[in-house]
C-alpha cells in the first residue's frame, strides 16, 4: 500500500497569513493526489485534484503543486473560515490511501 | 443539485450486521463511480470500497474484503453496503461519496459526498 504522511499534523496561524501543508508519498505517484478540507462536523470538501486543479467554487486562495512523491497545499491568505482539517489522498493504486490529515487553527 | 443521503447506520454487538443505504439524486448515475469512506471517532478517512459507473466492478480495502459487500440499486437509485461479521475496529462515520473517474483514468476524486452515518460495534 502507499502511504501518504502529511506534516505538519497540526498548525496555528494568524488571519491572512500564507499557510502551508505538506504530503509526501511513499513511491512514486506521478500527479495523482487530491486535497480534501474537513470542517469541524461536516463531511470533506475536494478542494484539489491531480495536484494542482482547483475544484470548481474553492476560492483561488488555495493552490496545489508537487509531483512525484512531494506535494504542498498552499492557503494564500488564512481566512477564519479556513479552520478545518486537512487530507491528501492519492490515486495511483489500491487501495486508496489518505493522508493522517493536518489540523489548522487560528 | 447533486445530494447523497446516508442512513441505516446503528449499535450493532461484534459478529452482527448491517446494511447502509445512500439515496443519489441531481446527477447522471451511470457516468460515475459510488464509493464509501469511514472515519473512526476522532481519527483520518480510510476508503472502504467503491463501485465502477458499469457496476460491474468493485473493490474493498484489505480491511473490509470478504466481509463488507458494494452494490447499486438501478430502480432505487440507491448505494448500499452489507457490513456483515462487523468487529468494533468498524466503529466509524461512514460516508458515501460521488467518485468521479475520468475516462483517461487521469483524474480520479471524491467530488461529492453525503453527511455520514454512524456505525458502532459494542457488545
Known amino acids: 500500500d502507499i502511504q501518504m504522511t502529511q506534516s505538519p499534523s497540526s498548525l496555528s496561524a494568524f488571519v491572512g497569513d500564507r499557510v502551508t501543508i505538506t504530503c509526501q508519498a511513499s513511491?512514486?505517484?506521478?500527479?495523482?493526489l487530491n486535497w480534501y478540507q474537513q470542517n469541524p462536523g461536516k463531511a470533506p470538501k475536494l478542494l484539489i485534484y491531480?495536484?494542482?486543479n482547483l475544484e470548481t467554487g474553492v476560492p483561488s486562495r488555495f493552490s496545489g503543486s508537487g509531483s512525484g512523491t512531494d506535494f504542498s497545499l498552499t492557503i494564500s491568505s488564512l481566512q477564519p473560515e479556513d479552520i478545518a482539517t486537512y487530507y491528501c489522498?492519492?490515486?495511483?493504486?489500491?487501495?486508496?490511501?489518505f493522508g493522517g490529515g493536518t489540523k489548522v487553527e487560528i | 443539485q447533486v445530494q447523497l443521503v446516508e442512513s441505516g447506520g446503528g449499535l450493532v454487538k461484534p459478529g452482527g450486521s448491517l446494511r447502509l443505504s445512500c439515496a443519489a439524486s441531481?446527477?447522471?448515475?451511470?457516468?460515475?463511480?459510488m464509493g464509501w469512506v469511514r472515519q473512526a471517532p476522532g481519527k483520518g478517512l480510510e476508503w472502504v470500497s467503491y463501485?465502477?459507473?458499469?457496476?460491474?466492478?468493485?473493490s474493498y480495502a484489505d480491511s473490509v474484503k470478504g466481509r463488507f459487500t458494494i452494490s447499486w440499486d438501478n430502480a432505487k437509485n440507491s448505494l448500499y453496503l452489507q457490513m456483515n461479521s462487523l468487529r468494533a475496529e468498524d466503529t466509524a462515520v461512514y460516508y458515501c461519496?460521488?467518485?468521479?473517474?475520468?475516462?483517461?483514468?487521469?483524474?480520479?476524486?471524491?467530488?461529492?459526498w453525503g453527511q455520514g452515518t454512524l456505525v458502532t460495534v459494542s457488545s
Open positions: 489522498q492519492q490515486y495511483d493504486n489500491l487501495p486508496l490511501t
Open positions: 461519496a460521488r467518485y468521479y473517474y475520468d475516462s483517461s483514468g487521469y483524474f480520479q476524486h471524491f467530488d461529492y
Open positions: 491531480g495536484a494542482s
Open positions: 441531481g446527477f447522471t448515475f451511470t457516468y460515475y463511480y
Open positions: 513511491q512514486d505517484i506521478s500527479k495523482y
Open positions: 463501485i465502477s459507473s458499469s457496476r460491474s466492478t468493485t
